[in-house]
C-alpha cells in the first residue's frame, strides 16, 4: 500500500478500506494524461519562479521516462499505490529524489483528476467523432448510388409510400451528423484547464492558470475554483451524446435485423458480419446487430449512474465522483467498438434492391399518389381517398396491384380514370415526383447529398487545434 497522506494518520489503513476506496485499478488508463499535465504543471511552475530551471528539467525527465517505461512494458502499474497519481508521484520522487517531491507544489489530487479525466474525455470525444465520421462516409457512398433504388417508405411499420434507398440511408445520416455536431458542441464547451483550482479554493501560488490551460491545448482556465472541481457536466453531457448514438444505431440495427430476415429480403449481412446455429443448420443470424442493438442499454446505464452519482453532491469535490470513470470508460469503449463493427456490416451488406423495388409495388404505396391523380382530375381528395380505398380491396380480394388493372377494371370503381393513370402510379412516377427539398425525389436528394459532401469535407475535425494539443 503506497499512499501520499499518511503524516496526520496513527494506524495503517485496513486492507479492504484500502481497496475500497482506491481507484488504480481504473484510473491508469489515464496515465499519460497524468503526466501530461503534470509537465504542464511544472513548467509553469519554472516560469512562475516557484521551482528552479534545474528542478523543472529533473523533473520533466523523469515524468518523461515514466511514460516511456510504461509504455514500453518494463514499468508496471501496479495495485499497491492508491491512484494513477499516486504512482507517477511516488515513481518520480524514486528516480529523481529531492525535487520529485516538488511536482505537486499548488495542486491538489482534486484538480488533478478532474484536468486528467477532462483531458482523457476531449481526446474521445474525438476519437467517437473519427468513428462517426467514417459511418458517414460510408452512408453517403450508399446513397449516391442508390439515388434511384425504390424501396417501400413505412410508418407502423405498415408499407407506406415509395422511398428511395438514399432517402433511407439518408436519415440515418442526419442522425449520424447531428451526433457529431453534439460532440462539437461538448468539445467547444468543455475545452477549459481545471488546473490550479487546487483543493478548491485556489492556491497562494502565483500560478499562471491562463499559460497551463494553453499549454495543453485548452481555451482557457475555468472561472470558478470550487466549480473546477466539482464539475462533471463534460461526462453526463458526452453519456448524453453517446446514449443518442447508441439509440440511432440500434433503431438502424432493428431495421438491419428486420431486412434481413427471411420474410423482408431486402438485404443480406455478408458471412463475415453473421454467425450460425449450432444445432439449425439453415441459420445465419444477425448477431452483430443484435448485439449492438443490445449494448445500447448499458450505455444509457453509465449516463443515468452517473446523473444519480452526481444529483445529491454539496460543493466542492466528494469521493462519489470517482465513480464517474469506469461506467464512462466502459462508454466510450463500447461505442467506438459498435461503430467500426456497424460500419464494417453495412459496407459488406448485400442490398437485394429487386426485391425493395418489388416490395414497393406489392404493398400499395402509390395510393397515396392514385388518389390525387384523381384530384388533379377534378374529384375533391375526400372522394379521391375514399374510392382509392375501395380499388385498394379490389385489388387484395383480387390478389393484384392497382397498376396491373385494366382500365375496364379501374373504370368500374371510377369513370374519371384515363389511361394517364399508370405513368402517374408507377414506381419511378411516384417517386420522381417528390421533389420538395428534403423528399425521396433523385432530384432533391442530389442537392441533400452534394450538401453532405460537402460536409464530410468541410469537418470540424479538419478544423486547427480541435483535437490536437502541444505536449511540452
Ligand atoms: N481517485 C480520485 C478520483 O478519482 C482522485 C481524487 C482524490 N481526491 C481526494 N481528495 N481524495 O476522484
Redesign the pocket.
Known amino acids: 500500500m503506497a499512499q501520499l497522506w499518511g503524516g496526520r494518520f496513527t494506524k495503517e489503513t485496513d486492507r479492504l478500506v484500502y481497496q475500497f476506496n482506491a ?1 488504480i485499478y481504473f ?1 491508469r488508463r489515464f496515465f499519460e494524461e497524468d503526466i501530461e499535465g503534470s509537465i504542464a504543471h511544472v513548467v509553469m511552475l519554472e516560469k512562475q519562479g516557484i521551482l528552479t530551471e534545474e528542478e523543472k528539467n529533473q523533473i520533466v525527465k523523469g515524468l518523461t521516462g515514466i511514460r516511456e517505461d510504461v509504455k514500453a512494458g518494463t514499468l508496471e502499474i501496479t495495485e499497491k499505490y492508491e ?1 494513477i ?1 499516486s504512482f507517477v508521484e511516488a515513481n518520480l520522487i524514486q528516480r529523481i529524489g529531492e525535487a520529485g517531491k516538488k511536482l505537486h507544489t499548488g495542486r ?3 484538480d ?2 478532474a484536468l486528467d479525466m477532462k483531458l482523457y474525455t476531449r481526446a474521445e470525444v474525438v476519437h467517437v467523432a473519427e468513428g462517426l465520421e467514417s459511418l458517414l462516409h460510408t452512408l453517403l457512398s450508399i446513397m449516391e448510388n442508390n439515388l434511384e433504388t425504390y424501396m417501400p417508405g413505412f410508418t407502423h411499420l405498415q408499407k407506406a409510400q415509395p422511398v428511395t434507398l438514399a432517402h433511407h440511408i439518408g436519415a440515418y445520416f442526419e442522425m449520424f451528423k447531428r451526433d457529431s455536431l453534439r460532440l462539437k458542441d461538448i468539445y467547444v464547451r468543455m475545452n477549459y484547464c481545471p488546473l490550479g483550482a487546487g ?1 478548491l479554493a485556489g492556491t497562494t501560488y502565483p500560478l499562471d492558470r491562463v499559460y497551463t490551460a494553453s499549454l495543453l491545448g485548452f481555451e482557457g482556465p475555468t472561472s470558478n475554483s470550487m466549480d473546477s472541481v466539482a464539475d462533471r457536466d463534460y461526462v453526463i453531457e458526452f453519456l448524453a451524446a453517446l446514449s443518442t448514438v447508441m439509440m440511432h444505431l440500434s433503431r438502424f440495427c432493428e431495421e438491419i435485423i428486420l431486412w434481413n430476415s427471411n420474410e423482408y429480403r431486402f438485404v443480406e449481412i455478408d458471412d463475415a458480419y453473421a454467425t450460425g446455429s449450432s444445432i439449425m443448420p439453415q441459420k445465419k443470424n444477425p448477431d452483430i446487430a443484435e448485439l449492438i442493438r443490445g449494448k445500447t442499454g448499458r450505455v444509457y446505464g453509465a449516463l443515468v449512474s452517473i446523473l444519480t452519482t452526481m444529483k445529491g453532491l454539496p460543493l466542492a ?1 466528494n ?1 462519489d ?2 465513480e464517474d ?1 469506469e461506467l464512462t470508460f466502459d462508454a466510450i469503449d463500447t461505442v467506438k467498438g459498435c461503430l467500426a463493427l456497424f460500419d464494417g456490416m453495412l459496407k459488406t451488406m448485400k442490398f437485394h434492391t429487386q426485391v425493395m423495388a418489388q416490395s414497393a409495388v406489392n404493398g400499395f404505396t402509390n395510393a397515396t399518389d392514385a388518389a390525387d391523380y384523381l384530384v388533379g382530375k377534378g374529384v375533391p381528395f375526400r372522394d379521391a381517398h375514399g374510392i382509392i380505398g375501395r380499388l385498394v380491396l379490389y385489388c387484395i380480394e383480387k390478389n393484384t396491384s392497382i397498376e396491373a388493372l385494366s382500365l375496364e377494371e379501374l373504370k368500374g370503381i371510377s369513370p374519371v380514370f384515363e389511361n394517364d393513370i399508370y405513368d402517374a402510379v408507377s414506381l419511378q412516377a411516384c417517386v420522381e415526383k417528390r421533389l420538395t427539398f428534403g423528399a425521396p425525389g433523385p432530384e432533391a436528394m442530389r442537392e441533400v447529398t452534394g450538401r453532405n459532401r460537402e460536409f464530410l469535407e468541410h469537418s470540424w475535425l479538419h478544423e486547427k487545434n480541435i483535437g490536437k494539443w502541444f505536449p511540452c
Open positions: 481507484s484510473d491512484d497519481h491538489s489530487r482534486n488533478q483528476v483543493a469535490y469521493k465522483m470517482q470513470k
